[in-house]
């Protein structure tokens, strides 16, 4: 147990509509990162938040948005859903900032259909 | 050209076997370097991390890094049927103003027959 938690741990929905997923890192761990991973692109870094505030942002749609709350867990909300964002969505979080090791939740599959 | 080159695989040895699992990569700023496993529809699990060049060891797991080739490893020594996952290799940049981001290679499929 990596001590992060995602929900929920499946989605199923339809293209057009919203879904909100949810992060809480290790205890301790101020960095919330965000990934997408599906068969053809592998893992693909989207944002991270560090202690609240956004750090870095990676190939993230402008469909997607993300916020770290004061108690430092994570959403990740994604709208306008199209068929191609059917993919597993990881939260990761660590301790800081660069080179620190990052501990991966379970994933949340979502499925758009 | 991705920044990380992984072999797919899939790598198929039987149990006993010492396996050899790489990456190559292309940034020369990276310097920090991880293994991470996954089992089917399960998150990713960190096994090593290194910072810069070197070997690591961790029980039946070795490391290695060699920054002038832009090269790392991971060894498995016998290798057994529940070491059978896909393995990602991933790194980050270090230096102040960088993030904890991490680019990641496609991974390498593993099966360990009994």
């Known amino acids: 147990d990596s001590g992060v938690t995602q929900t929920p741990k499946h989605l199923i929905t339809a293209t057009g509509q919203r879904v909100t997923l949810r992060c809480s890192p290790r205890?301790?761990?101020?960095?919330v990162y965000w990934y997408q991973q599906s068969l053809d692109q592998g893992l693909q870094f989207l944002i991270q938040?560090?202690?609240?505030?956004?750090?870095a942002k990676g190939n993230i749609l402008e469909r997607f948005s993300a916020q770290q709350f004061p108690d430092l867990h994570s959403e990740l909300n994604l709208s306008s859903l199209e068929l191609g964002d059917s993919a597993l969505y990881f939260c990761?979080?660590?301790?800081?900032?660069?080179?620190?090791?990052?501990?991966f939740g379970d994933g949340t599959r979502l499925s758009i259909l | 050209q991705k920044e990380v080159e992984q072999d797919p695989g899939p790598l198929s040895v039987p149990e006993g076997a010492i396996v050899s699992l790489n990456c190559t990569y292309s940034?020369?700023?990276?310097?920090?370097f991880m293994w991470y496993r996954q089992y089917s529809r399960k998150g990713p699990e960190l096994l090593m991390y290194?910072?810069?060049?070197g070997n690591k060891e961790d029980g039946r797991f070795t490391a290695q890094v060699d920054k002038s080739s832009k090269y790392i490893s991971l060894f498995i020594r016998d290798s057994q049927p529940s070491d059978s996952a896909t393995y990602l290799c991933?790194?980050?940049?270090?230096?102040?103003?960088?993030?904890?981001?991490?680019?990641f290679g496609q991974g390498t499929t593993l099966q360990v027959k009994p």
């Open positions: 990761a979080s660590s301790g800081g900032g660069y080179g620190q090791p990052q501990h």
């Open positions: 205890s301790g761990d101020l960095s």
């Open positions: 991933a790194m980050g940049q270090g230096g102040s103003g960088n993030t904890g981001k991490l680019i």
């Open positions: 938040y560090y202690n609240g505030e956004e750090r």
């Open positions: 290194t910072y810069s060049s």
């Open positions: 940034n020369s700023a990276f310097q920090y």
